[in-house]
């Protein structure tokens, strides 16, 4: 129960903000309206249960975006490409694709930077760079780049996706293989263990709470990736093709719908890593 309250207070402030910023944005559309169809008896009741219902508002509130979601979850057919699950199983699959590939080149690079000394001087600096460029930016031109080799469809998209996901991952690979304590290292050289055996035996198995870590990071990061580059090239759906086509159309319900969604995904994603992390410290003995 202690640990409800707090939640429970904050949800309810962060609805209370929401409807009011929703009355106070569609309030002088809805006025507008009233005016135009010569209609000035309104109250302020009026206005505001009608400002709260608009078919288009600047701003939805909290229950049309939840009845958006109803219907385009529950009521729509999964089959159907208006339905928010169709698109979301869509952005899904080009995530965890460009996810196991970033997560797995960052790994790669993590254990490189760690055995070759050099190579993290030399190394860091451009994977810091890599990462300087705006993804909104540099999203079509990768969708441009691999069309001209005929590759279409979702791998440009988990290409992105890998892009995003990978420095995260990398960076916290390359703290967890050095978190071993200086003893240890000392204690495995003491006892002859090549760079091979110490990885084996002592860095990875120290690494493993940087390692959920950063695929928690990862996950999150390659589903902006996904999205993004959804926004870029719409055609094939997914949620990022939602949000292109709300603000097509003016229909800021949808664009809402399709950002919860999106947030949804996210939060199942890493709530599943998280989970994943602690059955695995759990049985390697770690304290939480």
Known sequence: MKSILPITTVVLAVLAIWYAFAVWMNAPLQRDAYTNAGRADYSTQDLIVASLNMERPKLPGPHQVA?????LIVATPPTSKRSLVYHALITLEETLIGFVIGAALGIGLAVVIVSVRWLDRSLTPWLVASQTVPIIALAPMIVVILNQFNITGIAPKAAI???LSFFPVTVGMVKGFRSPDPLQLDLMRTYSASQGQTFVKLRAPASAPYFFASMKIGAAAALVGAIVAEVTKSEDGGLGARLLAGSYYGQTVQIWAALFAAAALSAALVGIIGL??????????FVR
């Open 67 to 71: 009845a958006e979601m109803i219907k």
């Open 161 to 163: 996706a890998a892009y």
């Open 276 to 285: 994943m992390g602690r059955l695995a410290e759990h049985r390697m003995g």
